[in-house]
């Protein structure tokens, strides 16, 4: 299994500004993703971080919005830059362990970060 | 492409009665379904999955879910729901991206209400 945390939890910020959101999981992951929640809604794949190359964004997202970190196999970071009140959204972070078969492999989330910019 | 529907966008069941919440699924090749559930202010929890064999899958919390390939549908229940099972109950398919790696696409979720 794995547990995985985000910082912040939450946070206001203006229009214009950016933020940077944490992820830290307890133990090394193959995968880590990032997910953006809109109130009340499903989850929609904003990206792949691959761990020492370029992350992988999925058709609607890129990476000058919304560039990623994956230093190492247990840390990412997710920035929403120049946010617009469209931003606002829980971002959720999350991670895929390994095993002997991709059938086996299990993905858990972070408690997200829920953002609202005025 | 793949993808899962959730046709209800909320079911209210009584404390004590038995529960469904609804998924049918569109993928090419084997599906690989999975049930999360997600409480106020919470991350998702992982309650079940299908990759294969059985077609009931038993999970956390005293879910359990049916595979059936013929209705192309994974259906969640629970044979006595609790006022606690409030929450909001996603089904996935998980699939392959381009990328190479595997992740899960999402239903737009159900809301689940229990009414003491």
């Known amino acids: 299994s794995a547990v995985i945390s985000q910082k912040p939890s939450r946070d206001i910020c203006q229009r214009g500004t950016s933020l940077t959101i944490q992820c830290q999981v307890d133990s090394q992951v193959t995968m880590m993703f990032w997910y953006r929640q809109q109130p009340g809604q499903s989850l929609t794949l904003i990206a792949t971080?691959?761990?020492?190359?370029?992350?992988?964004?999925e058709s609607g997202f890129v990476i000058d919005k919304f560039p990623i970190s994956r230093p190492n196999l247990t840390f990412s970071t997710l920035t929403v830059s120049n946010m617009s009140p469209e931003d606002s959204s829980i971002y959720l972070c999350?991670?895929?362990?390994?095993?002997?078969?991709?059938?086996?492999?299990?993905?858990?989330f972070g408690p997200g970060t829920r953002l609202t910019v005025t | 492409a793949q993808s899962v529907a959730q046709p209800e966008d909320q079911v209210n069941v009584a404390e004590g009665n038995p529960l469904t919440v609804k998924c049918t699924y569109s993928?090419?090749?084997?599906?690989?379904l999975f049930w999360y559930v997600q409480y106020p202010n919470r991350g998702l929890q992982f309650l079940l999955k299908y990759i294969t064999g059985d077609n009931l899958v038993k999970g956390s919390y005293g879910f359990e879910a049916e595979f059936n390939k013929s209705q192309t549908s994974f259906h969640l229940k629970k044979p006595s729901a609790l006022v606690s099972d409030s929450a909001l109950y996603f089904c996935a398919v998980r699939v392959r991206s381009g990328a190479g790696s595997y992740q899960l696409t999402f239903g737009k979720g159900t809301k689940l209400s229990v009414i003491p």
């Open positions: 999350s991670a895929l362990t390994s095993g002997r078969h991709y059938t086996s492999y299990e993905q858990y």
């Open positions: 993928v090419s090749g084997n599906p690989y």
């Open positions: 971080a691959n761990q020492g190359s370029e992350a992988t964004y």
